[in-house]
Nanobody, 112 residues
């Protein structure tokens, strides 16, 4: 059974950086669109960034210029590099594979 496992979350000060990783299995990274969602307390889950099997990327307006999504097909791993973090980026971040495969989530907290 295909699984997605996130890592890299934690506590960081405003203006800091974190890199999230999503490890998967098999050929999902070359076959499906994948991405990162996040859900803050009391809010709906929202798409942060996505990457197609061909490598085209898309970002939410709120993270453009600060976050970068990438993947390493050989390592079956997807990344989210998050720079210039803001308190409003605090959320649980989920790895996602189209259409409905999810990781367990990793907490990102931006606070001084």
């Amino acid at each position: 059974q295909v699984q997605l496992v996130e890592s890299g979350g934690g506590l960081v000060q405003p203006g800091g950086s974190l890199r999230l990783s999503c490890a998967g299995s098999g050929s999902i990274f070359t076959t499906f669109t994948m991405g990162w969602y996040r859900q803050a307390p009391g809010k709906q889950r929202e798409l942060v960034a996505s990457i197609t099997r061909g490598g085209s990327t898309n970002y939410a307006d709120s993270v453009k210029g600060r976050f970068t999504i990438s993947k390493d097909n050989a390592k079956s791993t997807m990344y989210l590099q998050m720079n210039i973090l803001k308190p409003e980026d605090t959320a649980v971040y989920y790895c996602w594979r189209w259409p409905d495969l999810w990781g367990q989530g990793t907490q990102v907290t931006v606070s001084s």
